[in-house]
Nanobody, 124 residues
Framework: QVQLVESGGGLVQAGDSLRLSCAAS????????MSWFRQVPGKEREFVAG????????YYADSMKGRFTISRDNAKNTVYLQMNGLKAEDTAVYYC?????????????????WGRGTQVTVSS
């Protein structure tokens, strides 16, 4: 059973930075394709950033390009999301997700495991 635990969320002001962490209880992190999603009440879960199936490329939602960076530390089985220049519209619950198969990275239905999320609130 894979468990994903997010941390690092909080209340910040517009323009501030946060780094989210996702600790995975797995034997080998490279077995899984890791991504971040976010969700606000009443809306569908939205793709934020993720690694390609090969693990060598990173993909971002257009509104996050240049502000967010996804990275990983395989030795620590941890994935990170560095968020800079935060805006009020970035307020959401952020989820870490893992998939095994090669599939469309931006579709939340293609993921096998999810964390419980961490709240990020950006005040303007």
């Amino acid at each position: 059973q894979v468990q994903l635990v997010e941390s690092g969320g909080g209340l910040v002001q517009a323009g501030d930075s946060l780094r989210l962490s996702c600790a995975a209880s797995v034997r080998t992190l490279t077995t899984y394709r890791m991504s971040w999603f976010r969700q606000v009440p009443g809306k569908e879960r939205e793709f934020v950033a993720g690694f390609s199936y090969s693990g060598t490329d990173q993909y971002y939602a257009d509104s996050m390009k240049g502000r967010f960076t996804i990275s990983r530390d395989n030795a620590k089985n941890t994935v990170y999301l560095q968020m800079n220049g935060l805006k009020a519209e970035d307020t959401a619950v952020y989820y870490c997700a893992a998939r095994i198969r090669a599939a469309q990275i931006r579709n939340s239905r293609n993921y096998d495991y999810w964390g419980r999320g961490t709240q990020v609130t950006v005040s303007s």
